[in-house]
């Protein structure tokens, strides 16, 4: 059974950190593209960083770029999202979602997703 789980979400202050993790398990996370994504009420689900199987060629969205940090460790199956100097408009459920083997920016084309994890960033 294909599963993605999320965990390390919260509530934090502004200008706070948070580690999500995401760990694969009923595939090989080796042959995949995995990315983030994010989803505000309201608002449409947006791609937040995504690093790709081959090469750890990633990306990130404008928004995120030198505070959050994408890795992941093949050997635990795990994905991970370093997320620093965090600001409200960072509120938002996140998801990861997997795909061979290169990364997209668009979530239609992911094949598998987590349930998500509530990153909440109030003062």
């Known amino acids: 059974q294909v599963q993605l789980v999320e965990s390390g979400g919260g509530l934090v202050q502004p200008g706070g950190s948070l580690r999500l993790s995401c760990v694969a398990s009923?595939?090989?996370?080796?042959?995949?593209?995995i990315g983030w994504f994010r989803q505000a009420p309201g608002e449409e689900r947006e791609g937040v960083s995504c690093i790709s199987s081959s090469d750890g060629g990633h990306y990130y969205v404008d928004s995120v770029k030198g505070r959050f940090t994408i890795s992941r460790d093949n050997a635990k199956n795990t994905l991970y999202l370093q997320m620093n100097s965090l600001k409200p408009e960072d509120t938002a459920v996140y998801y990861c979602?997997?795909?061979?083997?290169?990364?997209?920016?668009?979530?239609?084309?992911?094949?598998?997703w987590g349930q998500g994890t509530q990153v909440t960033v109030s003062s």
């Open positions: 979602a997997a795909k061979p083997p290169y990364c997209s920016r668009y979530s239609k084309w992911y094949d598998y």
């Open positions: 009923g595939f090989t996370l080796d042959d995949y593209a």
